[in-house]
Every structure is written in C-alpha cells, then in structure tokens.
C-alpha cells in the first residue's frame, strides 16, 4: 500500500545508516540563522550564517563539505545510504537500487510515478524528501541539534525551458519536499544570483559581474553589479540586470559523451540482418542518468532481449544484456563521467574504465572528442550567456565568475573566451559557492 510522504521519510531516516552509527535523536528547536541548501542534480551543498556573520559550509558526508546527491537502497539490509557512501555501495556490488539525478525529475511527469523501495510504494518526489530530509539532520547535526529558523534552497533560473506552468510546478514540488523533510516552509533564490552574492563577499571595488553557473542539470547566468557598497543593500533587485538559462548541464555532458563513445559497442547505431540499424531508444535511455533504472523493469528487459534478432554480431548483443542483467548502467554512466573529467584536466586522452564489462574494450575520451562531440550543446551554452549580456545592456561584463562542477569543463572555458575575448575568468567554489550564497540572500 502507498504510504504519505512524511511516514516514509521518517521511515527511509530511520534505516539510513544502518551500518553505522545511527544519527542522534535532533530537537526541533531553532536558532536564529539562515541555512541554503544547493539541492542539486549531481552534487549538493549546504551553508549556515548567523546574522552579521560569515557564512560558513556545513559537514554533509563525514568532514566534506559537498555530497553527491545520490542514494542507494541496500535491499538485503533494508538500508538507505547517501552520497559517496551511495555510490560504493553501489560499485561495490551491493543488492539494492541507486538514485541519481533526481532534481531532473522535478517538473516531469515521471516525478510521481511510483516505485518500490524497502517494500513500500513511494514516488520519486517522496525519494528527493528523503534527500533533504538527510540534509537537513546532518545541518542540525553540525549545529548542536538546532536547525536555522530561515532556509533558502537554490532553484535554477528555468526548471523546465519555455514552460512557465510545468517549471512553478516544479519548484512546488520541491517546497513539499522539503516540507516532508522536516524543513518547514522555505523560500528560493536564483542559483547563479546566489553565488554572486558569495562572490560579492571578497570584491574591493564595484564591478559588473556574469555570473556562470553551469550545474549537472543546468547552465544558468546572471548579469549583476557586485560590491562592497550593494552588499549593504536589503533589496538588491536593481542590482541585478539579466537572467537567463538553458536546461544543458554536466549530465547532458555525459550523455552525449556516452552515446558517441560507449554505446556504439553495446550495438548503437549497428546494422542489423534486415539491414536496418538496431532500434535507439535503449541506447539514449541507458545514457541517461535518471533514466536508466526504468530498463531494470521485467517489461523493458524483456523488451532489450528481444532485440537480439536485431543484431548482426550477437557479441554486441551480449554486452547489452549484461550491462542491463548486471544492472550496471549507473556504473556505465560513472565510467564515462570519470573519462570526462580526467581527459579535461590533464587535456590528453582517458581510458574508459569498462573492464569489468570486457578486457580491452576500446573506449576513450579525448580533448578532440569532447570538441567534437560537445560542441553543439556548448553554443547553445554560450549563445545563453552571450543573450544575458545582451538583455543587460552593456557591451561587456568586467568578469566572469565560475561556479558550478561543470564550469570546470576545459572546453566550455574555452568557448567562453572566444565569446568575451578580454573578460577575465574567476572561479569560484565550484561546489560550495551557491549554497553559500543561499546563506547571504
């Protein structure tokens, strides 16, 4: 039987962790301070301010600061498990259900679909609870059992593109949510607003700032005038002189990456007897992070075996079906990230770590693939950025600010100062800025 939000989220807390030790009971009592919570589609973040103080990130995972947003239902513990811990649950071969990219989901009709976790029927908004919900007990943790009187979560500047309606029910959402979690009634910042207001924080002098904020989900911007004399400002709205944004993030990233890349071994775009190529749609769904556990279905894995008839070399076939028999999509999709990040920070070619698929696939990422490959979505990045500046009114900003994991991206800098050729690149926490700029707002 479906049960309410608030019984299974006090429910799912009450396995969390159970290899370890338990939480402490938290008080409900509440210290005058404001929380942000970065709530975001591969990573999230939290911070804390006193008023007249400076904010400060709070512990999420053990001593770090930052926690992918993940989690991992162990099915022969009956446990519930987050972030890294998530994560090696999972690579390690565990029993159980990973969860990523679920911000993806809000605005979607897939978010209230339901599915079977720890023997009870829950929809993907109630699992995102459950999320915040750890958030918000590891913030009470680190606070002496009290959680601030105001919270702030980040929301990008367009859940959904172009659908004004699907994205207010997307932040409704994601208030209920946060609700069900214990956090009562929040308000929302722009996430590329907030982590201006954080970089506002070490500026000297005014200047006029593009804020780029390029998350797994989304990439956002802002055009704002920062400094020591605003931040004294209550009300900050003619400060801010455009916003705009586009639904391409780091995961898009990946999935593009993962489709040229690694699918074509499992039998994307091969050619079957009849003379056809093999039918797509499993391919583009398996390189899809929040995608992938609905081919772990009895139907969708039924349909995938039936698509053997559809290969030419059976071999390919084979890996398919072991990636989804094995479940291992999730560990697929990690593989791929990981050759990403590598292959942009030292700008040579990364391996694809597919061994445990088969010995000596040849996969790889390379700075020239993720030109090829990635160009396409970074112009449609940047021609955001460039549309902010436009609407701003002004010729050029006086920086860019960086924020946002998948603002590392060497690529995506790149096109960046081919579009403001003499506007200098500042980074930012790229992980911890937004949330603790939520703390400012």
Known sequence: MPTSVGVFVAAAAAFAGRRGAA??????????????????TSNSAAAYRLPGKTAALLPLEGAATGMPTALFFNTEEHSTHFGRDAMQQYLAGEEGRLMRSLKSLLGSSLLLEKTAVHEQLVSYQDIIAIFLKRVADQARQALDGRLPERVVLGRPVHFVDEHPQRDRQ??????????????GEVSFQLEPIAAALDYEQR???????????IGGGTSDFTVVRLGPQQAGHADRTQDILATTGVHIGGTDFDHRLNVAQVMPLLGYKHIGPSGR????????????WHLIQWLYTAKALASARGLKSDYSDLQLHQRLMKVLDWREGHRL???????KIAASQSHAASAIAL??????????????????????????????????VRQAGVAAPDAIYLTGGSSALRTLRDA???AFPDVPQVEGDLFGGVATGLAYA
């Open 277 to 288: 190529e093999v039918p797509s749609s499993v391919f583009f769904d398996l390189s899809t």
């Open 203 to 213: 500026l000297s002098e005014e200047q006029l700032v593009l804020v780029v904020d």
């Open 355 to 388: 061994d445990w698929l088969e010995q000596d696939l040849p996969a790889a990422i390379s700075p020239e693939v993720l030109q090829e490959q990635l160009q396409a979505l970074l112009l449609q990045v940047v021609e955001c950025a460039q549309g902010c």
């Open 333 to 339: 999709a990690d593989a791929v990230e990981q050759a």
């Open 416 to 418: 960046l100062r081919v």
């Open 23 to 40: 939480l402490p009971f938290m008080t409900t009592a509440l210290t005058p301070a404001t929380l942000g919570i970065d709530f975001g």
């Open 170 to 183: 997307a932040q409704d959402a994601l208030a209920a949510a946060a609700r069900a979690a214990g956090l």
